[in-house]
């Protein structure tokens, strides 16, 4: 499933598309800017009904991934990489190996400018292989001195993010009790759900796999169908999955306080910001609630910090959420506005820096 989302405006410095020489897949790495350093951003294995839609998506999500690395006060730009397969398509193992070597070769045609790391659809273990083609990616499994799966410090912060959020809209940022309904139950998702669970949080969840059920019985929640959970009243409604999904309909349908979730582009328009403030409801930019996984592969692969120092800046999200939150309150414009402009402020910081040097 993959709603159609707008073209962001053009800015990108770079854009390779090639179709795999070994594969014959589409594959597009999208390098959106470099101002603060080599781009990061993952590798997404994902159906497609056209490559055009595989290409938008790469637009979409490396500028996306400008935003969240500026806010998160990285030294990285923003990029990312696509693999398109086409609807009802499905690797063996050894076309899967074809097209991540195809990937690393396309990596390599950007010089080190972009690096790439797992994503929706793609594991350390694809990045292991990519890794044979090019140096430019961060990442790999733990068994080869790798950081490993970035799945649970992107969890942490928005975990960390929903505290943030809970403290606003009800006075305290204990989950226990809170009513949270959790779109999506991958890696992130999923993970967010056990800590909730634990920390006493009624939860209503779906995923489009009908065999996570079994993982929401483990955990004692509440099971809805994919496509009604928007429905379910409660405090928070947390989006992570796909993007797109709060078009102006469901928006206009949910019946919580808050949006906190780690999906990337989950407003299907920008204008969703306005309408989600319009009704009431809160909600948390999901290029800051959900820069976890990022802060945590740069930072390792730069080797900064002790691994201690690097979760602490994870949980640190939080405190950029509520930063964003009082500075959109104070000035009268929406969270999304507000974190937009903390990292253009950053960005227009990056260009002077290079100015001077």
């Avoid at 055009?52 to 730009?77: Q, V």
């Avoid at 009704?279 to 999901?286: E, F, K, N, S």
């Amino acid at each position: 499933m993959t709603h159609t989302l707008p073209l962001p405006d053009f800015a990108h410095e770079r854009v390779e598309v090639i179709t795999g020489r070994r594969s014959g897949l589409f594959i597009a790495v999208a390098l959106h800017s470099s101002v603060l350093g080599s781009a990061l951003g993952g590798a997404r294995l994902w159906t497609y009904p056209h490559w055009s839609d595989a290409l938008g998506d790469a637009l979409r999500l490396s500028t996306a991934m400008t935003l969240k690395n500026a806010a998160a006060g990285l030294d990285a730009g923003g990029g990312k990489s696509v693999i398109r397969l086409e609807p009802g398509q499905t690797l063996d193992a050894d076309q899967r190996r074809a097209a991540f070597l195809d990937l690393g070769d396309a990596v390599e045609l950007l010089d080190g400018s972009y690096r790439t790391a797992e994503d929706v659809g793609s594991t350390t273990e694809d990045m292991l292989t990519v890794s044979e083609r090019t140096q430019h990616v961060v990442g790999l499994p733990g068994a080869v001195g790798g950081s490993g799966e970035p799945a649970g410090p992107t969890s942490l912060g928005v975990y960390a993010s929903l505290q943030a959020v809970l403290e606003r809209v009800t006075g305290s940022a204990s989950p226990e009790g809170r009513r949270v309904t959790i779109s999506g139950l991958g890696q992130v998702g999923g993970r967010l759900a056990q800590r909730l669970a634990e920390h006493g949080a009624q939860l209503t969840v779906t995923d489009i796999n009908p065999a996570r059920r079994a993982f929401a019985t483990e955990l004692g929640a509440t099971w809805v169908e994919p496509g009604t959970e928007h429905l379910v009243p409660g405090d928070v409604f947390v989006p992570a999955g796909i993007g797109g999904v709060l078009t102006d309909e469901v928006i206009d349908a949910l019946d919580v306080k808050a949006v906190c979730g780690p999906a990337n582009n989950p407003l299907s328009e920008r204008s969703g910001a306005d309408r989600l403030a319009g009704r009431g409801i809160l909600y948390a930019p999901d290029f800051v609630v959900n820069a976890g996984g990022v802060i945590y592969l740069d930072l390792e692969a730069k080797r900064i910090g002790t691994s201690e120092e690097i979760m602490a800046r994870v949980a640190a999200i939080g405190d950029t959420v509520r930063r964003i939150l009082d500075d959109a309150q104070v000035r009268g414009v929406t969270p999304l506005q507000a974190a937009e402009e903390l990292a253009a402020e950053r960005l227009r910081g990056g260009v002077q820096d290079g100015a001077r040097r």
